[in-house]
């Protein structure tokens, strides 16, 4: 009896130190496994898909950053034609001129030597040519006397001689008061100012972008500006282009550009020079393009991107949240039916606004999940 009483014993005893079977894991999802989910999950209302579309896709593109500057051919840096005192400014920094305005007067000893030059060629040439006539007038008479048989022949070769001297001393003074005339339209000047003052003039139309004179300083050195003149009706955004790209390059072919200053906004360049030779620091090639800034709203030295599509191609894409790692490789969850999504491997192309090309793995109209992918991942 005893011993049946401890058998039972040491059975109830063995029964209550059963462990309770552990719970089955869910599966993680394979590359092409299958994840259900029940309706009545909370988990089903996180998730959303929408059908593949199919987008044209750049297949040959770069992005490059870029810098705008002046348009080197609508830029001036004004300098003093001769040395001497500033006697008047009309214009100062920020102003907006246009071409031939007068930017500044100047007192010059060389106005005053170029306006006496002039004065002596002109005297010269009414002298000379008043030979001239002498010389005419002293030929025609000689030729009659010798059509008379008064003179020798020697006395009209003479004259001829006389006639063609004046004629060449008539040709050099012209030629020399042409040339001191120059000399006073290069300094601003006009023949028979009382006290010629030399007037320095806008050479294009533009802004005054940079300022460095004072009314009534001495200046020796002419080949210091004393401003600069910019026409800022277009600008040119310097990119940097990647060595690797330079074949996509082309003169007048367009770029879009991105500016820091301008989220969002995309505007349109054409290239107008190609750098002759690579940057051996970086392996990139300065290409410059021109803006339209009609409008007034760039600036230079702004800061952005470049931007040149090659050619492109239609594919189908998908947004960057649909695409997740799975076993080390890409995969979107394709929507089955209600609640039950499969993953399948996908190989994508570059990302661009938040979207993604596929370029295997997914057609037209397939569903994919575009919200609550990394959900799925983890079921």
């Known amino acids: ?30 590359i092409d496994g299958v994840v259900v989910i029940p309706p009545d999950s909370p988990k089903l209302r996180q998730i959303r898909a929408e059908e593949v579309r199919v987008e044209r896709v750049p297949t040959d593109e770069f992005t490059a950053p870029a810098k705008l500057e002046f348009n080197p051919n609508r830029i001036s840096r004004v300098v003093l034609p001769a040395p001497g005192r500033v006697a008047e400014v009309f214009v100062y920094f920020g102003d907006a001129v246009q071409r031939g305005d007068p930017l500044l007067s100047l007192e010059s000893p060389e106005a005053d030597l170029a306006a006496a030059d002039y004065s002596r060629a002109e005297l010269a040439l009414t002298a000379a040519r008043a030979e001239l006539a002498k010389a005419q007038a002293d030929y025609e008479r000689v030729l009659d006397l010798f059509r008379g048989d008064a003179i020798a022949k020697k006395e ?14 008539v040709a050099q003074s ?21 006290r010629p003052r030399i007037t320095v003039r806008a050479p294009l139309s533009g802004k005054v972008t940079e300022f460095n004179v004072v009314a009534g300083e001495y200046r020796n050195d002419t080949s210091q500006p004393v401003m600069t003149i910019a026409d800022l009706s277009t600008v040119w955004a310097a990119a940097d282009v990647p060595e690797t790209s330079i074949r996509l390059v082309q003169l007048d072919e367009r770029f879009e550009v991105r500016l820091n200053a301008f989220p969002g906004e995309v505007f349109q360049s054409r290239v107008m020079r190609i750098a002759d030779s690579v ?14 800034n ?86």
């Open 279 to 292: 940057d051996p620091a970086n392996r990139t090639l300065k290409v410059w393009a021109e803006m339209d």
């Open 1 to 30: 009896m005893r011993a049946w009483i401890c058998t039972l014993l040491l059975l109830a005893l063995a029964g209550c130190r059963e462990a309770p079977a552990p719970a089955k894991a869910d599966p993680e999802p394979r």
């Open 156 to 169: 009209v070769l003479a004259a001829e001689t006389a006639l063609s001297q004046a004629k060449a001393a």
């Open 174 to 194: 012209e030629t020399s008061r042409g040339q001191a005339l120059a000399r006073l339209e290069l300094l601003g000047l006009k023949p028979g100012q009382p």
């Open 294 to 379: 009609r409008s007034g709203r760039f600036r230079p030295e702004m800061f952005g991107t470049v931007r040149h599509v090659e050619a492109e191609r239609e594919m189908p894409v998908v947004p960057s949240g649909a695409v997740v790692q799975m076993e080390g490789r890409e995969a979107v969850f394709v929507e089955e039916a209600p609640g039950r999504f499969r993953a399948v491997q996908v190989r994508t192309g570059k990302r661009s606004g938040g979207r993604v090309p596929v370029i295997e793995g997914l057609t037209p109209g397939q569903r994919v999940v575009s919200d609550g992918a990394m959900l799925l991942r983890g079921y």
